[in-house]
């Protein structure tokens, strides 16, 4: 087991403005070992940049406390900026009249390195994020994705061991997406960086980390593995497919006693969904069912993906 | 020797960035061209018959010249700031751990030189086409020049700081052009005024014009007109530089460095 390398205690922020207080973050705490790869989901508002702001030290946090690789991020913000860089939502992170070159070259003189003990590891770089045939081209004139590998690509440079990636997929097209993906996940298996990655894409965070932390409303309402989740969920996740429709009896008499059932009707097809957390409550289901003499085709677990424990997380559909 | 990487970093994104606009810089130096040769010939015009006013002709040569610096100067920090943040860039700014102090002194300096040699460019423009030529007496020149600029560069720094809060300091930035017109123009007055010299700039524009127009050198001048230069510069830095840092952890507190 490595040890951990980021710690984020009682993290609290909260926005003041003449129309009052925002708490953004409330509480949150977590930390995330070396090389690991983490991914921050949760719904727009969440408080996700937030955290990765109060992180890379460009947000004041309210209280609470974080320490970087051993650096406290609050009382020595610079000692923290030696471990740790980020690439943030919504921002271009590059220089738009600079070469892919001339960006490389800036941020890791931005970061106090020298050109010469940077070169090599910039040809890797252009060379890992397929930017040889672009090197000399100005950032304004290369695709959005490119600018976004190019992005990446800048806070690679500063050769920190901490990486925080906000939203790093975000409006890029199917191909540049599943690249950058591929270049993250090689990192990844690498054991090259700590990441933390916030993203509204499932895919990314399934693809790529191994552990996932949903925050919802600024608190963290899930920590934990991905495959524990989704054990987790398939272990009280069940589907019954029938023929025909339910009555309204039937339906009043299920979401009467299941609260977390779906009922979806498909033409002359039903399909029911719900989490039992006893095994046993199947068959108070088939009973329902049996009443109508509904023709019940089959019942088996469910195999949810991210994107559905996800959704069931942050709608409170999972205790 | 990190802080000197950066700052050579910073210094050559900076060169790039202006080369990189080729037709902004021309249409800069084109338009403060077209300004100058108003004002000087329509001063000449106005006043041409009037004994002395060739006095008067070297001054608008010089105060022009020494309004452009100032304005460079002032403009840097606060639009690049604008800039940055519109841009995104600033945030990664903020994530350098050699600091930002290091990175806006490294700022100032790389514009600092540009604008040197801009200005002594134009300066030595403005000389040619009216053919007045001043007392270029470059080592008095360029120390008193870079000490007098320091002090404008605080005002910099708190507009900078203000945008970063406020956003839309246009207004302001407009009305500080003619402040600093105003200043400039003040220096010529100490005499009848001597507490102006407590104001930006004006003990500065005037220490320069005693080298400009009366020739004097820097060595010759009295420790005690340095050192009051030095000591009212750092003083208008030093509180500009205050407002900003207070300003700067206001936008800290409400998340406002990448927002524009």
Redesign the interface.
Known sequence: MSEPVLHVKNLRKVYRSRRGETVAVEGVSFSVNRNEVVGLLGPNGAGKTTIIKSICTILRPTSGEIWVDGADAMKNPRAALEKVTAVLEGNRNVYWRLTVRDNLEFFAGLQGQSLRSVKTYIDELIELFDLKEKVNEQARALSRGMQQKLAVACALVKRTPILLLDEPTLGLDVETSYELRWILKRMAEQGQRTILLSSHDMNVVQDICERVIIINHGKIVVDDQIENLRKLFTASAYRFEMEGHLTQHQERKLKEQFDLIRINTDGSRTVIEAELLDSQRVYEIIDVLRENGCQLESVGKQYPDLEEIFLRIVKGEKQ | ???L??L???M??NF??IW??PFNLTAGIISIMMIFLVIFYGAKFIGGSTPNFGNTLESIVMGFMLWTFIIFAFSDLTWDFINEAQ???L?????????FGW?SFSYILSFLVINLILTLGLFMLMMALTGKWLHLDFFSLIPLMLLTVWGVYGFGFAMGGLALVFKQVQAVFQIFQFVWVALVIAASALETFPWAKFLPVTWGVHLIGRVLIGGQSLSAMPIADVVFLVLISAVYFLMGYVIFKRLE?VA????L??HY
Do not use: F, H, N, W
Request: proline share 3%; hydrophobic share 30%.
């Open positions: 020797m990190r802080y990487y950066l050579r970093a910073m050559k994104k790039l960035i990189r606009y841009q995104g860039t945030e990664q700014l903020y994530m350098s751990p050699l600091g990175v952890r800290r507190d409400r998340g460095l990448g």
